[in-house]
């Protein structure tokens, strides 16, 4: 088991930036990612990365503006939004999977964090 605590959502103009953190606490060894969901859409992977962190995968809607990572010492999984766009406005949501970092079937789930771009 592991549990989920996403941080880091606000408000911010287009262009701007915010970094979401996601503390994980419980067992280890997983591999996370970080999804979202707008409303009246279906919920979307955003990034994804393998346990030690040399493996990452992204939507191709975010490349080159969005940098997963994770600090396994602190047991914390980030994302580095930049270049925000008012089509990123959504909830975002961590998760953490025992299986392949690059498939949409992940087993733990946080609470969400709002995230708002203004144009």
């Known amino acids: 088991q592991v549990q989920l605590v996403e941080s880091g959502g606000g408000s911010v103009e287009a262009g701007g930036s915010l970094r979401l953190s996601c503390a994980a606490s419980?067992?280890?060894?997983?591999?996370m990612g970080w999804f979202r969901q707008a409303p009246g859409k279906e919920r979307e992977r955003v990034a994804s990365i393998n346990w030690s962190g040399a493996v990452t995968y992204y939507a191709d809607f975010v490349k080159g503006r969005f940098t997963i990572s994770r600090d396994n010492a602190q047991n914390t999984l980030y994302l580095q939004m930049n270049s925000l766009k008012p089509e990123d406005t959504a909830v975002y949501y961590c998760?953490?999977?025992?299986?392949?970092?690059?498939?949409?079937?992940?087993?733990?789930w946080g609470q969400g964090t709002q995230v708002t771009v203004s144009s």
């Open positions: 998760a953490a999977t025992t299986g392949h970092p690059d498939s949409e079937d992940f087993d733990y």
């Open positions: 419980g067992r280890s060894g997983y591999a």
